[in-house]
């Protein structure tokens, strides 16, 4: 399949579907010019202007203007699919894919991609020195686990066959396209990398080539001419407004100084009560997991019992209704309920605070200890952290919080110095990949902060993998999201409902449930009295 090419029957379904949705139904020819205005919502700052080094979902929603991995999401079949490539043969073995990549593909410095580069950036993001939080997902590509431990100088299972054909073979039964998409995986030039200046000036093969970074204000790009997608970008800019106040972006919205913004829950009442804000909202039921992850090295969190104690402790569905506003789902395992192995018979823990205070006394800890717990400000983040403060406190567990910026809270849990935080994690599309979060051969910085460790649960997920067919596979994967679930390495909260709200002059936007911040800006384009064309 080739991204961006519609059929007849598809375009006619979403147009049906915008209309019972209360949206506006997108026109047939897309205007080409103007600027358009998005926002990077949840932070002050990016961690990083090179996409391999952040998996924190705003920098990545800036990384797609400039960046392309060999995979991308497509909202409209809500599956990945191809972006850099126009046909992929599976071996007989069903581990081997081919894949046969586009010949008029650029980077921004005027220099033609070719396999050599997909390997060279796989390479790159499993290199053991460098923490890459994408190592994760290589982690899957044969071979690559002997290249990190230094046993092999390349991962044997990448190969070029010639400058546009290139051949990966998996390690395990699994869907590349599943994890290949994110900017993470981005493909980079080797040559503009290795420059001092790459870190501030990044070089890619995106629709948009970087013009400025004003820290802490905005990122732009302009339209790279040479962009392998015949007619796109439509827009001329792209400007990204970097915030994490969610009243901030909430004003410029309304002020028509956005044309999309992610919305926080208490906006979101507001705009379904509006008779024409509510006409722009796109909802998604997102592949993410909000939870309290805990350091399982630090006392009390060593103990499962205490673990168990606080999941029945809190009552979350109260939370969920009056803190949240309704944006969002409980969590019933890791896994969310977009996840191809979403357990749907299994129940939550229960809101029984009698059940959390007996685990408490047979755990190590029956008189209680203090926990230092981190997280941003907001709502999703000191507010939970506030709501659950009295729950804790009825079983023996006084909390004391701690707000920190977006990149510090990511920082710290990547080394391990914070004992306990609040965050919501990116748990898809691959179920596989997302339980490799509990993995023991996974590190902090690929994703376990917690540091759990269980070769029981390691030996489900081996299995899992191992499997060939694709339903026992599945059964597998449910297995071990269950297993997770009753050790309960972290207290599991919601998964989140995200909403987009749009403005009436744009058009092209789609709900990712991988990241709903994500936008696919090249298919994005505004009407002719927008304000970006003024």
Known sequence: MKHGKIGTALRAGAMVAALLAGTAVWAETPLPGGTLHLSAPFGAALKSLDPHMTWRSQDMAVSKAFHRSLYTWDTETNAPALD?????????????????????????????????????????????????PGSSLIQTIDGADDYAAGKADHISGLRKIDDQTLQIKMKNFTDPGMLFFDGV????????????????????????????????SRVVGKKF??????????????????????????????????????????????????????????????????????????????????????????????????????????????????????????????????KAKELMAASKYPDGAEIEIWARDGTNGIGVVQAITPYLKAIGLTVKPKVVEAGMLSDAMSAGSAQAWVYSAGTGPDPIAALRCFDSRTTRAGCNYGGFSDPAFDAMLDKAAGELDAQKRIELTKQADGYIFDKAPVWFHNNNKAVVATQPWVHGIGGNVTEAAILEVDSIWLDADAPGRK
């Open 185 to 216: 995986t981005s493909i980079l030039p080797k040559e503009e990398v290795e420059k001092p200046g790459f870190i501030t000036h990044p070089v890619g093969l995106g629709p948009y080539v970087f013009v400025e970074h004003i820290a802490g």
């Open 84 to 132: 850099l490539a126009s046909s992929v043969e599976v071996g007989p073995d069903g581990l081997t894919y081919t894949y046969k990549l586009y010949d008029n593909i650029y980077f921004h410095n005027g220099r033609k991609m070719t396999a050599d580069d997909i390997i060279w950036s796989f390479t790159r993001i499993m290199d053991p020195q460098k923490g890459f």
């Open 225 to 354: 001419d040479k962009y392998f997608k015949p007619g796109k970008p439509y827009a001329d800019r792209v400007e990204f407004t970097i915030s994490g106040d969610d009243s901030a972006l909430d004003m410029a919205f309304r002020a028509g100084e956005l044309d999309a913004t992610v919305i926080s829950g208490s906006a979101y009442a507001l705009y379904k009560q509006d008779p024409q804000l509510s006409k722009g909202l796109v909802e998604v039921a997102e592949l993410f997991t909000a939870h309290m992850g805990m350091n399982l090295a630090d006392p009390p969190f060593d103990d499962e019992k205490v673990r168990q104690a606080i999941n029945y402790a809190i009552d979350r569905d109260l939370i969920i209704k009056k803190l949240l506003k309704d944006k969002a789902f409980k969590a019933t395992g890791w896994l969310p309920r977009t996840s191809i192995a979403f357990d749907a018979t299994r129940a939550p823990y229960p809101y029984d605070v009698e």
